[in-house]
């Protein structure tokens, strides 16, 4: 695999985490920890801009 395709890989596997991490959220009552997963989701999904914008530029 070359980075590209490592870089892709790994894009999905943060967006199937982010989506995960929601789904969590919205099955607890604990609103701290449903800010902290819903948080995390929302720094994953700032991740996978990141590693789109450097897909741009290989």
């Known amino acids: ?3 590209k395709q490592l870089i892709e890989q790994s894009i ?3 967006q199937t985490s982010a989506t995960r991490l929601r789904q969590a959220a ?5 609103v701290q920890i449903k ?5 995390t989701a929302s ?3 700032a ?4 590693m789109q914008q450097i897909i741009n530029q290989l």
């Open 1 to 3: 695999m070359d980075a």
């Open 12 to 14: 999905q596997n943060l």
């Open 26 to 30: 919205g099955r607890t009552d604990n």
């Open 35 to 39: 800010n902290m997963l819903t948080r």
């Open 43 to 45: 720094q994953a999904e």
């Open 47 to 50: 991740s996978v801009k990141q």
